[in-house]
């Protein structure tokens, strides 16, 4: 059942992990023109991944071991499901593998990192409002 605890732990771990992305994406994009883009958005692909997956561990949905929003945003019923376009989608899984990598493919933009940044932002506040406080607060270190 959602919101058996040890769902919760899980979920909590996935969250303290998403939130690590995307406070590392944001904090890089701090470095303006000396930014590394690719790692920024790399990182905010993370975020959603791992929002994506602390999301279907609550529905307790196995999810595979992918870097596809896609695959993981298909496994989610509908009416749970962010929105996500398809463009978000295919940049999300260029970000986790594509330019992860080197390569021949054109330099990500500041102004592309900082739009991966919000779109991280904006599924870390889509989903997190679907999960229960709990799985929300830090573990106590």
Known sequence: ????????????????????????????LKLGRRCPTDTVCFHAQQSVEKYLKALLTLLEIDSPRTHSVDALLWLIPSRTRPTITDDEQDRLSEYATVTRYPGDYQPISLAEARRAVRLARRVRRDIRRRLPDAALRPRKR
């Open 1 to 28: 059942m959602p919101g058996d605890e040890k769902v919760v732990v899980v979920v909590r771990e996935w969250v303290e992990k998403a939130e690590n992305d995307v406070v590392n994406a944001a904090h890089t």
